[in-house]
């Protein structure tokens, strides 16, 4: 039951070349898109006719307008109006489908077998997996979820200039807030599809699984979307004049372990093709800027405590004549260096 296929067009492994994906803030390793399924012939002479043409327009829904506007979505430079809604509008369609098509898993229902459920990833069209398992269908569908909560973290911290033109491209604050709840929604999704999911499966249907749906995959991703969100929240900590040294330190801390996590996950995994290898790379890249953001204040955290044991030396010596205050005012070029 809930067996497998994998229809590649060409075994030879001549992937289509991914196209420039635009400017980047959020890597997102392709969407996976799924194509038509028949749950007229499936489920015909199972479930009510309602019940079967309820599932049939809300999944037939998701597949025009994941295969018409998904391919666009991880490409769009700065055309955050029509993406925006676009993500927004195939998100809801798929939280729409999503409690639906759970119906047939209930009570271990012997209808979670009977449908065949084919996806493909945009970035590997030539080759499909299909199978005859619905959970393989709520798998892919919260990742889609995840990856268009991601997508749409990209648009919004994409740098925009000004309307007058003079300064110089920014992210506002508002949009680094707002996508750092979307993280945090999109390693929700991770997190359930790991942990409630994918024991659904047997070990030997999760050897099957397609790579961009493997458990190190997807706790890769959970915790990109986790060191994403710190790392919004380091930038407006540094930014701000309330947060101390020992926030930013906490913060540096946390991303570099969920940067180190994620890259361990992919580390066993065959990414070496197409968004695979990419993503390998970006978590890589972020790692190593996590290390580097987590040096820097180590090292400034180290330059403070040298500089108050100075002063502290001074005023011991010199109680009468020195002041706090005073010895600050004379090392504040040794600060700002």
Request: overall charge positive; charged content about 25%.
């Amino acid at each position: 039951m809930g067996c497998f296929a994998s229809t590649p067009k060409d075994s030879g492994g001549n992937r289509r070349k991914p196209t420039s994906i635009g400017e980047v803030s959020v890597y997102v390793p392709g969407l996976r898109i799924p194509r038509a399924v028949d749950f007229l012939q499936s489920l015909g002479d199972q479930l009510p006719k309602t019940l079967v043409e309820r599932l049939t327009a809300l999944r037939t829904r998701i597949v025009v307008m994941a295969n018409q506007e998904g391919p666009t979505i991880t490409r769009t430079r700065r055309k955050t109006q029509h993406g925006g809604s676009t993500l927004l509008d195939l998100h809801q369609a798929l939280l729409d489908y999503l409690p639906v098509v759970l119906g047939l898993t209930k009570d271990g229902s012997h209808l979670q077998f009977k449908v065949q459920f084919n996806w493909v990833n945009q970035e590997d069209e030539e080759e499909e997996t299909e199978m005859s398992n619905v959970w393989y269908e709520v798998l892919s569908v919260l990742h889609l979820m995840a990856m268009l909560q991601m997508s749409q973290a990209n648009l919004l911290l994409l740098p925009r200039g000004s309307s007058d033109g003079h300064n110089h491209p920014k992210v506002s604050e508002e949009n680094r807030r707002t996508s750092i709840d979307i993280f945090l929604k999109a390693a929700g999704y991770l997190d359930c599809a790991v942990k409630h999911v994918l024991p659904q499966f047997s070990a030997e249907q999760r050897r099957s699984l397609p790579v961009d749906l493997a458990e190190g995959t997807l706790r890769a991703l959970c915790l990109q979307a986790l060191g994403q969100g710190v790392d919004i929240q380091l930038g407006m900590a540094i930014d701000s004049s309330k947060a101390t040294l020992a926030v930013k330190r906490r913060l540096s801390c946390e991303m570099v372990k969920y940067w180190q996590q994620a890259q361990d996950n992919l580390m066993n995994l065959p990414l070496a093709n197409g968004w695979g290898e990419k993503h390998g790379l970006f978590v890589k890249w972020k790692y190593v800027e996590a290390k580097e953001t987590q040096r820097s204040h180590m090292a400034w955290q180290l330059l403070l405590y040298k500089l108050q044991m100075n002063v502290s030396k001074k005023v011991r010596k010199h109680p009468k004549h020195s002041t706090p205050l005073r010895l600050l005012q004379e090392h504040r070029p040794s600060l700002e260096q």
